[in-house]
């Protein structure tokens, strides 16, 4: 099966920065789009951004400008580096291997004064 460990979440006043991390293993973690994923108490799970296998970033609207995703394939890594960050960005993040069932436990995010 196909492992995900996401890491880096934390509390972090607006404005502030985190990284995440996703750990995959179980796949060839190159062949693969990786997405992130974020959800809110009381919301449905979103897509805030995504990378193509070859390196090609996507950012959903809410997140474009202050996030940017990047993956290290030689270490079967993604990243989510995530800048000025607002309350609206709390959720647990989770990463995805293209269109696959697999998610890891996910990483809360809080964004909070």
């Known amino acids: 099966q196909v492992q995900l460990v996401e890491s880096g979440g934390g509390l972090v006043q607006p404005g502030g920065s985190l990284r995440l991390s996703c750990a995959a293993s179980?796949?060839?973690?190159?062949?693969?789009?990786m997405g992130w994923y974020r959800q809110a108490p009381g919301k449905q799970r979103e897509l805030v951004a995504w990378i193509s296998s070859g390196g090609s970033p996507n950012y959903a609207d809410s997140v474009k400008g202050r996030f940017t995703i990047s993956r290290d394939n030689a270490k079967n890594t993604g990243y989510l580096q995530m800048n000025n960050l607002k309350p609206e960005d709390t959720a647990v993040y989770y990463c995805r291997l293209g269109s696959g069932p697999y998610w890891g436990q996910g990483t809360q995010v809080t964004v909070s004064s």
């Open positions: 179980g796949s060839i973690f190159t062949h693969y789009t």
